[in-house]
C-alpha cells in the first residue's frame, strides 16, 4: 500500500480579528528566486550562507536617486560612499553610472584609484587621513575634506614642503534639528568655528577651497533636516563671495539618507515610513534654490548617498540549522549566517523571508551559528515552521555588512553578483584555510 | 502525560482550551497525534501508527512528536506529572 505523504505535526494560536502589534495584516512574503534565479539554484552552486547582489538593483535605485535630483536641481553628482559597501565589482557599477568616489581612509583612496577613478574625482573625508594620505591626496589632485584644525595645518605643512597646492573643502557640522548632533566631525556652524576655518584656508596660498561638506548622520528620517543643512550651507557659500569675491565649485550634503529597512523599535515598518529620493531631494533643492544664492552660480550638489542605494540590492541567503523550543515555550531556529556577518543586525529588525510557502506562523526567535549569546538575527518574528535544510532570505544587506562583518569561527562566504543580463559571478571569493595561512606566521615553525 | 479535562478537540481541526481561553488551529498530523494522545496512546503505539501510515522515518517522527508535545504542553493542552513520561 502506497504510504500517505507527511507532513511535519503543527498547531498555532488564533488571534482572532486581531491585527498585528504593526496594525498591518500579517501576510507571509516568499522570496523564491533573485532577478528570476532561485534560491536553492545559487545555494546549490555557490555554498550556504552567502551573499548576493542584484546589479538591476543597484542601478534602478541609483536611477531612481539620479532623477529625483536631476528633475530639481541643475547640477548633481553622487559620490559613491565606498565605506558602504566597497566591492571592486559594486564600486564599478556606480562609478559605470556617473558616480564619483567618497572614502574615509588611505586603503579606500587606494581602492578607488585602482577602481580606475581619476583622483580628482575622489573625496577624501573622514578624522583619519596619515601625512603619507595626504600626500597621495594631494599628488591625486583629490578634494581633500578637511576634519579639524590640526589636519589643517598639517595640510599647510605638506604643500608648503612638497611643493604642490592642495584642493580641499571643509566639513562642517551643524544644528539641523537632528538628535545627536555629529559635532565630533568638522568645524562647527552655530559657534562661527567654520567661518573661522574657511578665513584661515582663504588665507592660505597653498590652498585652494573648493567647497562645503556636511554630513548630517545616518538613516536621517526627517527630509526637512536636509532643507536646514541646505541652508546653512548656502549662508556660507555666499558669506565666502561677499568677503573674498569668489565661488566654491560645490556643497555636499554627505549621506544619511533612510533605507527600506526598519529600525529596532520603529512601530511601522521602514518601507512605509522613510522619506523617498524625491521627498529628500524637494528638500534639498527647495533650500538651495531660494537661498540667496544667485541662479547662474548654483554651486554643483554633491552627494554621498550610502544605504539608500545599496542596501535593497543585497540579499543573505541562508539555511536552517536546527530548530528548538526554549524554555518558556517560544519557538526558535539556528541558522547558518550570523551576527558576525549581519552587522545591521544590530539596527535592523531585518526582513527574514521563507523561499516557499509555509504555515503554521508563529513568534519566533532566529539565532545565527555562533557559541555567543549576542548571535540574535531577530529576537520576536512570526515566521512559519521550517525544517532543518530549509533556505530562507535576509533581505536589505547591501549596505555596511560586506564591509563591516567579522571572520569568526568560520570562513566569510561568497558574495555573488548576478548581473543584467541575469549571469552570476563570485565577486568575493569565499575565504579558505590558505587565507589564513598568507597572512599567519608562527614562528616555532619557521 | 494527558489531555487536560478543559480541552475541547474538534475534528476540523479546531482546538479550544476552556482554562486559557486561548484556540487554536492543528494542522491534519497535528490533529491525528492530538487525538492519539488523548485516546491514551503511548509513544511507541503512536510512532507504530504513524510509521505505517506515512512515509517517514523513525527518527523524523520522534524530532517532530517531542516537539509536537512541547508544544501542546507550553500551551497547557496536555498536563504532564512526571518528567520521564514518554522516555
Ligand atoms: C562622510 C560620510 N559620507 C557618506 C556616508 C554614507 O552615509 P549613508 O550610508 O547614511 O548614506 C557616511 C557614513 O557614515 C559618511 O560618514
Known amino acids: 500500500m502506497e504510504k500517505f505523504k507527511y507532513v511535519k505535526p503543527g498547531m498555532s494560536k488564533i488571534n482572532a480579528g486581531m491585527p498585528s502589534k504593526f496594525g498591518l495584516p500579517v501576510k507571509q512574503k516568499i522570496i523564491s528566486g533573485i532577478d528570476g534565479i532561485p534560491v536553492s539554484a545559487l545555494i546549490e552552486e555557490y555554498g550556504s550562507p552567502l551573499f548576493v547582489i542584484s546589479e538591476k538593483t543597484i542601478r534602478d535605485v541609483y536611477g531612481e536617486a539620479k532623477r529625483a535630483f536631476d528633475t530639481r536641481y541643475p547640477k548633481v553628482q553622487f559620490a559613491w560612499s565606498y565605506k558602504t559597501n566597497y566591492l571592486d565589482a559594486v564600486c564599478s557599477i556606480f562609478h559605470e553610472e556617473g558616480s564619483w568616489a567618497e572614502v574615509v581612509s588611505g586603503f579606500e583612496f587606494e581602492k578607488a584609484l585602482s577602481n580606475g577613478v581619476n583622483g580628482s574625482q575622489i573625496l577624501f573625508n573622514g578624522p583619519e587621513k596619515s601625512r603619507d594620505d595626504l600626500i597621495m591626496a594631494i599628488e591625486n589632485n583629490a578634494c581633500i575634506h578637511i576634519d579639524h584644525f590640526d589636519e589643517l595645518y598639517l595640510l599647510i605643512e605638506i604643500t608648503r614642503e612638497i611643493q604642490k597646492k592642495a584642493r580641499v573643502a571643509i566639513r562642517i557640522n551643524l544644528d539641523a534639528g537632528i538628535y545627536p548632533i555629529w559635532d565630533r566631525f568638522g568645524f562647527n556652524y552655530e559657534n562661527g568655528e567654520a567661518w573661522n576655518a574657511i578665513n584661515r584656508i582663504m588665507l592660505a596660498e597653498s590652498l585652494e577651497l573648493i567647497g562645503l561638506h556636511t554630513h548630517i548622520g545616518t538613516y536621517i528620517m526627517a527630509q526637512a533636516a536636509y532643507g536646514i543643512a541646505a541652508s546653512k550651507l548656502a549662508n556660507l557659500y555666499m558669506a565666502i563671495h561677499r568677503k573674498f569675491d569668489y565661488w566654491l565649485k560645490y556643497l555636499d550634503l554627505g549621506g544619511g539618507f533612510a533605507s527600506k529597512n526598519t529600525l529596532k523599535g520603529a512601530y511601522m515598518p521602514g518601507s512605509e515610513t522613510c522619506p523617498s529620493f524625491d521627498d529628500y531631494a524637494e528638500a534639498i533643492s527647495n533650500a538651495l534654490i531660494s537661498s540667496e544664492i544667485p541662479h547662474e552660480n548654483l554651486p554643483v550638489l554633491f552627494l554621498e548617498t550610502g544605504r539608500a542605494l545599496i542596501d535593497d540590492a543585497g540579499y543573505l541567503l541562508t539555511t536552517v540549522l536546527a530548530n528548538k523550543r526554549l524554555n518558556g515555550g517560544r519557538r526558535s531556529m539556528v541558522i547558518d549566517a550570523g551576527v558576525n556577518l549581519l552587522f545591521t543586525s544590530f539596527w535592523y529588525n531585518l526582513g527574514v523571508f521563507p523561499t516557499k510557502e509555509m504555515d503554521h506562523a508563529e513568534e519566533t526567535t532566529i539565532y545565527g551559528p555562533l557559541c555567543m549569546n549576542i548571535d540574535v538575527i531577530r529576537d520576536a518574528i512570526v515566521f512559519p515552521q521550517v525544517k532543518t535544510g530549509d533556505q530562507l532570505v535576509i533581505e536589505r544587506v547591501g549596505a555596511y555588512n560586506i564591509t563591516q562583518w567579522m571572520q569568526f569561527i568560520n570562513y566569510r562566504p561568497n558574495v555573488v553578483l548576478i548581473d543584467n543580463d541575469g549571469k552570476t559571478h563570485i565577486i568575493r571569493k569565499k575565504e579558505s584555510l590558505a587565507t589564513f595561512k598568507k597572512v599567519e606566521f608562527d614562528p616555532k615553525r619557521g | ?87
Not at chain 2, 3 to 30: A, L, M, Q
Not at chain 2, 43 to 64: A, G, M, R
Open chain 2, 1 to 87: 502525560m494527558k489531555i487536560t479535562n478543559e480541552v475541547r478537540i474538534s475534528d476540523n481541526g479546531f482546538v479550544f482550551n476552556s482554562k486559557t481561553g486561548d484556540s487554536f488551529n492543528v494542522n491534519p498530523t497535528g490533529l491525528e497525534l492530538t487525538k492519539l494522545i488523548a485516546q491514551g496512546h503511548d509513544f511507541d503505539s503512536i510512532k507504530n501508527i504513524f510509521l505505517e501510515k506515512y512515509d517517514l522515518d523513525d527518527l523524523t517522527f520522534e524530532k517532530d512528536f517531542y516537539e509536537f508535545c512541547a508544544l501542546i504542553k507550553h500551551h497547557q493542552i496536555t498536563s504532564q506529572e512526571d518528567p520521564l513520561d514518554f522516555k
